[in-house]
């Protein structure tokens, strides 16, 4: 028998699906180390569920090869590109070390917590480093960003994980790290999650493309799928709406499988899978890892400050895009600007500034150059009236901001 608790409960629900009232939610996992022809070639059945219920696309992390957005294939670079939307050149996060990551290029945590304070943000890794060093939890750098929920460091914990050669520690980690996340899920519903598994990664350089890598895959698929049922069960029960979203942070050497961090095609390629269809830019484009911060601060509604979207180099995977695949040449004076048009509507606003404050925590000077259609997807002007060695150009459309920057004597 239903009683009046039950029936306000069960009445609040309804109305709260019909309005729309619960917020969107978001989880991103990240699956070390697995190039895109390996996990294609794997049974993953519940990848594969996520994959049926959106998009699989192939993707690409190192940045622009040969430009000055090249990007080390390695795992915390990949990582922070993913939280900052932005390559190397930017977030300062060369290698594993994370010496001296750049703040002043927010995260998407940082974002998200500064725009919607009382929503909770968590992270479930096997790496400490992950939460404290690349979102920064409770750091001056980032005004003592706060973590609500976090389940990590089990690889400093060799009592309840005692290291062996042969990395099943770090398999038991990731069991670990997936089991709190399905349950932090499923009890706390974390409005922004980060979930990280590495014991891919660690069967890749050991053993390189090999049947222990696959079954590393098989049993990261088992783990994925205790965190899907998590997010299935609050939709169901809840009424929310949920974005997950699942990537790695590079790929492997084509002879052996067993390094990255070059810029091979193999160590540049990775996938992407999402339980929401991709927009268009998506489909017909190579996205990057850089593309996920811009799509989760789109799912989440949230407003990415103008200072802070002229450095964004992603663009949303979800919703409209105008324009993308920005190039930009100057010689004699002359900025020749190209873009690709994804969508008809309105113009583009070309900016200009000779200046890079925002590195040191400033804002720089832009100059509004021309306004022009944006389906003419090319515009030559003259900048004489800025003489520099460096130019960030800036391409504001009505659905998107996309960027590219120009040094003298270097590629761009």
Known sequence: MINYRMKVTLTFLMIAISCNIYAQKAVFIIADGIPADVIENISTPNISKVASAGTYIRAHVGGDKGTYTETPTISAVGYNSLLTGTWVNKHNVWDNNIAVPNYNYPTIFKLFKEQYPNKKIAVYSSWLDNRTKLVGDGLASTNQLKVDFKADGFELDTINFPHDKESGYMHRIDETVAEKAAVGIKNDAPDLSWVYLEYTDDMGHKFGDSPQLNDAIIKLDKQVGKIWEAIRYRENKFGEKWFIIITTDHGRDEKTGRNHGGQSPRQRSTWMV????????????????????????????????????????????????????????????KADITWQTLDKEGEVEIWLSTTNKVKEGGTDEYHLLQKVPVTTGYCSINIDKYPATFYKVVLKAKYNTINKWYLKDKNN
């Open 274 to 333: 999402s339980n929401q269809q991709l927009n268009q830019y998506a489909q017909y484009n190579y996205p990057a890892i850089v593309d996920i911060m811009p799509t989760l601060a789109s799912w989440l509604k949230v407003t990415i400050p103008a200072n802070t979207a002229k450095e964004i180099d992603g663009i949303s995977l979800l919703g409209k895009v105008s324009i993308a695949q920005p190039t930009l040449n100057i010689f004699q004076s």
